[in-house]
């Protein structure tokens, strides 16, 4: 039961509760009944998966890794445990823009999946790995490729794992230069991402605005962004320095006064 809430509470976007009553559970599994080595492992992978949602991914870095170190040793369907964590942390090489480990890993994560896809349901950990690919192929400049995937995954996905795709589209188009398109599809759908995915469909649909030289939209939309960011993510989350840039960028181009 206790679980469930903080999972309920994480897929709410309450990462900072979700996270604090993941973190008093790891810190006491024997008193919550179950085995407390899973106990603690689940209660650890939620709270940094909050931590990561929110966007404070690089200090969980190590933590991370402790925690896949610790879950090499499970077998079975307790695998996807292990590749939930890894999923995390391939989302977070993303936002420090280390696209090609990230590639990486999530390519060895959607492996993972395969080989106990009939022992656990690993659709979701599939989505997460396949946005973290889709991503990582967009920060390389392999649009195409990114483009592909995000198409073929769109229509099983909602959520931030729809968020996260729809933006990888729109980015992949933006990279294109096909922005006509891009602005067109950014304008299609807005995928409920919740706070994780605050600033995503802004960012890339003032882009796409910039590319195609109405500066006046693009600076609008740059700085909804920017509001969005500031408001629900963590102040140390990559995505408000990306959208910053962005602004900055749109509005140095602003033409001189005659």
């Known amino acids: 039961m206790v679980l469930g809430r903080i999972q309920d509470l994480l897929e709410a976007g309450e990462f900072e509760q979700a996270e604090a009553e993941a973190r008093a559970l790891a810190a006491s599994p024997?008193?919550?009944?179950?085995?407390?080595a899973l106990v603690s492992w689940l209660a650890r992978s939620l709270a940094a998966g909050a931590a990561v949602a929110h966007g404070r991914g690089t200090e969980l870095l190590p933590e991370l890794a402790t925690l896949i170190t610790e879950l090499e040793q499970t077998a079975g369907a307790d695998r996807q445990l292990l590749l939930a964590v890894r999923s995390n942390r391939a989302a977070v090489l993303v936002q420090q823009d280390r696209h090609i480990e990230a590639e990486a890993e999530a390519?060895?994560?959607l492996r993972g999946t395969t080989r106990i896809a009939h022992l656990a349901k690993m659709w979701r950990i599939e989505l997460s790995a396949l946005t973290s690919l889709a991503a990582a192929l967009n920060g390389q400049g392999r649009y195409g490729e990114a483009e592909a995937i995000a198409r073929g995954n769109l229509p099983q996905a909602d959520g931030p794992a729809a968020a996260f795709l729809h933006r990888a589209l729109v980015g992949s188009l933006n990279g294109q230069s096909r922005y006509e398109e891009a602005l067109a599809e950014a304008r299609r759908y807005t995928p409920a991402g919740g706070r994780t995915a605050s600033g995503t469909l802004e960012i890339?649909?003032?882009?796409a605005l910039h590319g195609l030289g109405r500066?006046?939209?693009?600076e609008a939309t740059a700085r909804q962004a920017l509001a969005a960011c500031e408001e629900f993510l963590h102040p140390a989350h990559p995505r408000i320095k990306e959208a910053r840039?962005?602004?900055?960028?749109v509005i140095a181009e602003?033409?001189?006064p005659e």
Do not use: F, K, N, Q
């Open 204 to 207: 890339v649909t003032a882009r």
């Open 254 to 256: 602003d033409p001189a």
């Open 215 to 218: 500066r006046d939209e693009a």
């Open 107 to 109: 390519r060895d994560i």
């Open 245 to 249: 840039t962005l602004l900055t960028r």
């Open 30 to 36: 024997r008193a919550r009944g179950g085995d407390p």
